[in-house]
């Protein structure tokens, strides 16, 4: 699932909630030219604060593995 954070002029912070049932969930920023590098791996936990650029996305592949997460823009 790819989340796209709000296009304003600034940088965009994010808070990044995951509960996962079993394994873990590989967190990627994407940017607008449509490239991906990994920020991190995580099971259950939070990721605050995490900053963007205007224009990046969030990309959350749980490879497989079931669980839950919200993302909350500020």
């Given at each position: 699932m790819t989340i796209e954070a709000p296009r304003v002029g600034a940088p965009v912070y994010y808070r990044l909630y995951l509960r996962m049932d079993?394994?873990?969930?590989?967190?990627?920023?994407?940017?607008?030219?449509?490239?991906?590098?990994?920020?991190?791996r995580m099971g259950k936990g939070f990721m605050s604060p995490g900053r963007?650029?205007?224009?990046?996305?969030?990309?959350?592949?749980?490879q497989g593995n079931p669980g839950e997460y919200w993302v909350r823009f500020e």
């Amino acid at each position: 699932m790819t989340i796209e954070a709000p296009r304003v002029g600034a940088p965009v912070y994010y808070r990044l909630y995951l509960r996962m049932d079993r394994g873990q969930c590989k967190v990627s920023r994407v940017t607008p030219e449509h490239e991906a590098s990994e920020l991190f791996r995580m099971g259950k936990g939070f990721m605050s604060p995490g900053r963007l650029s205007p224009g990046d996305s969030l990309r959350l592949d749980p490879q497989g593995n079931p669980g839950e997460y919200w993302v909350r823009f500020e």
